[in-house]
């Protein structure tokens, strides 16, 4: 679950080329739901290893042993998702600044996110790796 930057590059080129407030307003929601999806994804993963981490024990080898299990498999595979959530977090703020930008050049009026899915969206997901 590596984070593209290849995707957050090719969405820039479309927020640019974006000629009318219809365009500039369907990727506004295709984004929208892009980044809601992958930060859901991650959320949930963090939620899931972070009711591992803690290590329990009463027996000092014991206790040993759950630690270093834990550093290795759980906490390793935690803090890369911690990681990935800060750089989605700061693509998705530097894309909103960016749609922002243009709607203002623009002079557009926010369309509702339609709630259709990411799927089919003005620049279609293959090209982006999304």
Known sequence: ??????YISNLEKAIDQCSN???????????????????????SSIDILGEL???P??????????????NSNILGPYNKLI??????????ASIIAKIGSKIGQMSCDLVPSSGSGFGGSLFGDSMFGG
């Open 83 to 92: 990681t990935l959530q800060a750089e989605v977090l700061a693509a998705q």
């Open 57 to 70: 024990g009463s027996i000092e080898d014991v206790v040993t042993w759950i630690g270093n299990f834990i």
């Open 21 to 43: 407030c219809t365009q500039i307003n369907k990727l506004k929601n295709d984004v929208e739901k892009y980044f809601d999806k992958r930060l859901a994804d991650i959320l």
């Open 53 to 55: 981490c803690p290590a």
């Open 1 to 6: 679950m590596p984070f593209n930057n290849e």
